[in-house]
């Protein structure tokens, strides 16, 4: 019984190793390829911005700024490409202590929750950035010139793209909630006025202060809890 214990114990820790190497060796790879691109991605990512810039481009403080910025930029890129990877990795080393029903509930959720997260980075990118940048130029008081320093700009929009990637994973939250049985669907259709509020609470804090802004916001977020309780339907059933 010892001996079938440690075996057990061994292939695991052998297994857990091998999709760590693979994870890592994909990482590298996508990275390899990326930093060579590294100054067109911060151009990219700083695009939005540089549109509404009066002097056309961001500053950098530090020496070094305009290599490690782009570099680190690169590596975060990387990560963000190899999520799918990752989850694929770490779905083949689940799997074989799943029942067949487990299967079949979780290999879908890692892929929408996947799909959720990256329309929330590029709703983020295309919806949110040129709306926000747009209303901060134009609320520059005289005599200021808005230079943001390349750094700054970094830590700014990859926090806000990683806030909106994990909004967008609402429905898949709401959907856990309800399959383990903490939380049941009619509880949800009873808080959704507070989320309907919730949302555009959330549209005045993180949208301009304009009505429109603040209702393009919020109307995703609020549809985004109508999916959760869908899909809450859904799994309840099975």
């Known amino acids: ?25 994909f990482l590298c790879l996508i990275f390899s390829v990326l930093v060579y691109f590294a100054n067109q991605l911060y151009t990219l990512l700083a695009l939005p911005l540089l549109k509404y810039l009066p002097q056309g481009h961001l500053i950098a403080t530090q020496i070094v700024s305009p290599f490690f910025v782009p570099f680190k930029l690169a590596f975060l890129a990387s990560l963000l490409l190899a999520l799918p990877f ?20 979780i290999w879908p959720f890692l892929f929408v929750s996947t799909g959720l997260f990256y329309s929330g980075v ?8 040129p709306m926000l940048f747009h209303f901060l130029a134009h609320v ?35 959907g856990l909630l309800v399959a383990m049985k903490i939380v049941t669907r009619q509880r949800f259709i009873a808080l959704r006025s507070y989320a309907i509020v919730s949302a555009f609470i959330l549209g005045m804090l993180l949208a301009p202060p304009d009505v429109l802004s603040q209702t393009l916001l919020a109307i995703p977020i609020w549809l985004l809890y109508e999916a959760g309780i869908i899909l809450s339907l859904w799994l309840e059933k099975h």
């Open 122 to 129: 590029l709703f983020a990118y295309f919806i949110i950035f």
């Open 1 to 25: 019984m010892s001996n079938h214990t440690a075996s057990t114990s061994l292939h695991f820790w052998v297994e857990l190793r091998s999709r760590l190497i693979y994870s890592l060796i």
């Open 86 to 105: 990752f989850l694929y990795q770490l779905w083949v080393f689940v799997a074989p202590a799943l029942y067949g029903h487990e299967r079949k509930i």
């Open 140 to 174: 520059v008081p005289d005599g200021v010139m808005l230079s943001p320093d390349i750094n700054e700009y970094l830590d700014f929009a990859t926090q806000l793209l990683l806030v909106f990637g994990c909004l967008f994973e609402i429905p898949m939250i709401m």
